[in-house]
């Protein structure tokens, strides 16, 4: 059975930095590209990061530069590292394969961040 389990959220001034974790189990991490997604207050949930098996990294515009994803396969782990966050930032994470399963969305972990 896969499991996704995020932690790591919570609230932070602009300019502070976060690190989010994602635990995965089950038959969900091995080979796969594993990404970040993220669901703003009131809109769509969109994906920003990724990181393939063999560590190749790919960010989107809004986050490139100021935030890193990275992976442990040992311990079917995924990270990111978020610094200089902006109230723009404000969302729910998440973490899934990429494409994503719709069965294995976790429940995310908030990330809030005040001006």
């Known amino acids: 059975q896969v499991q996704l389990v995020e932690s790591g959220g919570g609230l932070v001034q602009a300019g502070g930095s976060l690190r989010l974790s994602c635990a995965a189990s089950g038959n969900i991490f091995t080979n796969r590209d594993m990404a970040w997604y993220r669901q703003p207050p009131g809109k769509r949930r969109e994906f920003f990061a990724r990181v393939s098996a063999s560590g190749f990294t790919y960010y989107d515009a809004s986050v490139k530069g100021r935030f890193t994803i990275s992976r442990d396969n040992a311990k079917n782990m995924v990270y990111l590292q978020m610094y200089s966050l902006q109230p723009e930032d404000t969302a729910t994470y998440y973490c899934?394969?990429?494409?994503?399963?719709?069965?294995?969305w976790g429940q995310g972990t908030q990330v809030t961040v005040s001006s």
């Open positions: 899934n394969s990429l494409p994503s399963i719709n069965d294995y």
